[in-house]
Structures are given as structure tokens and as C-alpha cells.
């Protein structure tokens, strides 16, 4: 594949691929190839920068984040990105990615800020540290196309995660990694409150209906 980018920035690699994305319909075959050399960990930034504000594009969570789960597997076990034709062929309405890639990358480029490269490199520089990194990028995907789409952060909590780790990642900057963490952990206590909080309301309701 051949890439377009060759600024150092992720905001600007990343705002040249939105700026290069078609005028009508767009594929992840189409993101893939323009991502060009930059890597797995750029694309699962770019995956998820739509989702730091709110989009109702249906699919996008489901076929998104499966992506971002298959990109995780492939970090965690040194494997080339395979994805499935499914996947690459997925149409979406470029007009509407792109208004959400654009507003998205105006919170990355806060985001982005607070990383500094080289901070507690051991959370970044041996092979212990890459296997927790891959496994917590796997743990965020599944997060991401848990089915609470329409509950507020559902889906933002965990692509502040993954954002937070493939910025780690890239910059081997392990303040950045260990936020991609508590928001994994955040993610969790947040479904479980909305789970229990569901069970109750249910368990509620049949009483009073019982009555």
C-alpha cells in the first residue's frame, strides 16, 4: 500500500486521511489504504475518534470496534492485520464520518497533548508491557461494541481508552497507557451500574406488577 501521509504529528497524519477520505460512500478498505504505512495502532486511533462525540451511523460500533478487537489479537500474538471482507466492504455515508472524524479530532488534539514521549518506559519497553497494551486494546473493543449504544458514554469511555493506549503506544508514553487503563476500568464500572441498575428496575417492576 502506498501512504499519503509524511507529517510527524498524529493530528496532522490523521487530519490529511479525513481530508483524503470520498465524497459518497466510504469503506474501511478505503481507511486501510490510506493509512499507508503509519500502522495498526494509528488506524485504531483513527477508528475511534468518531466516537469521543456523539454519532448515530448504525454499524459503526459493531463493525468498528470488531476491527479494533482483530488489530488487538494481532498485536497480542505478533500476527500480520487480517481482516475480514465483511469488514473492508462495509459501506458508510462518508459525509456523515467525516463531520464526526472532524469534530472528534478537535477532542484528539486535547488528547494528544497531554502525551509526552519516553515517560515510564516500563510500561512501554518489554515484551510483559506489550502483552498487557495488546490485552487491554482487546478489552476496549470488546467494551466498545458492548450493546448500550444509546446510553450517553457507552461508547465514549472506551474509545478514550483505546485512543489513550494507541497514543501510548505510539509515543511509548506510559502516563497516556495507564489512563487507556482506568478508562477500561471506568468503562466496566460503568456498564455494571448500568446493569445492576437495569436488573433492579426490572425486579422493580414485577413486583409491582405482582401486586
Known sequence: ??????????????QKIVN???DDRLTLLEIRDLLGQDGMLLF????TIVFLIPVSIPGVSTIFGGT??????SLLFGWNLWLPSKFLKKEFPADRLRSG????L?????LEKISKPHRLMWLTDN???SITNASSIVLGSVLLMMPFGLIPFSNTLPAIALLFLSIGILQKDGVCILLGYLFNIGTI??????????????????KFLQQ
Request: aromatic residues 14%; proline residues 2%; glycine residues 10%.
Open 101 to 104: 472524524f472532524n469534530a472528534g
Open 189 to 206: 464500572v460503568y456498564f455494571a451500574i448500568l446493569i445492576s441498575g437495569g436488573g433492579y428496575a426490572i425486579y422493580e417492576l414485577f
Open 106 to 110: 478537535k477532542w484528539f488534539t486535547r
Open 1 to 14: 500500500m502506498t501512504g499519503v501521509i509524511s507529517t510527524d504529528s498524529l493530528c496532522e497524519k490523521m
Open 68 to 73: 479494533i478487537l482483530l488489530i488487538g489479537i
Open 127 to 129: 515484551r510483559v508491557a
Open 44 to 47: 485504531i486511533a483513527l477508528l
Open 20 to 22: 483524503n477520505l470520498p
